[in-house]
């Protein structure tokens, strides 16, 4: 990545930069990607997510659960020592989200449906390419979209509802 060797021009091997990916639900992380200055290896402009740490497992799917080939997008799924057993008090979440894991001949075996669209780069490597579903994360909370939408279409007056997420940028005095 280009991002690989701005971060090497400016301070060189005095610190060590580790880009690294994972939901609550995997133990915070689950993947980690260490630039190396190779701006030739790189596929792309955007920093990886990177490779699944020890003891977790990484998979890239389509909507029938069957892997996808290397550079075709697919939602990441998650499995592994680190992975969550469900969501308190949530079952009917927990069931739709941690599903029977495909990999593994444990009938017990979960793998966690981030609902992150990403794929894997020749390399090995993870690329983050955007969410799946409505949820954004607004100062480190997760909001789902289409819940508000429904919350507001509940009124008698209301007939639809669109409901996004912008970012509010004081305007300056000094302009």
């Known amino acids: 990545c280009s991002s690989d060797l701005i971060w090497k021009k400016q301070v060189g091997e005095r610190v060590r930069l580790c880009n690294a990916y994972g939901p609550t639900e995997a133990t915070i992380t689950a993947t980690i990607y260490e630039p190396d ?5 790189s596929s792309t402009d955007c920093v990886p997510i990177g490779r699944p ?28 020592a680190g992975l969550a057993s469900g969501y308190l008090n949530r079952p009917e979440f927990t069931a739709e989200r941690f599903i029977a894991n495909p990999f593994c001949n444990e009938t017990e ?3 966690y449906k981030t609902g992150d669209l990403v794929r894997y780069l020749p390399d090995g490597n993870l690329e983050y390419l955007c969410r799946i579903d409505n949820q954004v994360k ?12 429904a919350v ?9 509802a669109a409901v996004i997420v912008r970012e509010n940028i004081p305007q300056r005095s000094d302009r």
């Open 138 to 149: 607004l100062r480190g909370f997760r909001i789902e979209l289409g819940e508000i939408e």
């Open 37 to 41: 200055g190779n701006v030739e290896s």
């Open 109 to 111: 075996a979960r793998i």
């Open 53 to 80: 740490i020890a003891n977790t497992e990484a998979y890239v799917l389509d909507q029938r659960l069957n892997l996808v080939p290397i550079g075709v997008p697919g939602e990441l799924h998650i499995a592994g």
């Open 152 to 160: 507001i279409r509940q009124h008698p007056k209301i007939r639809d």
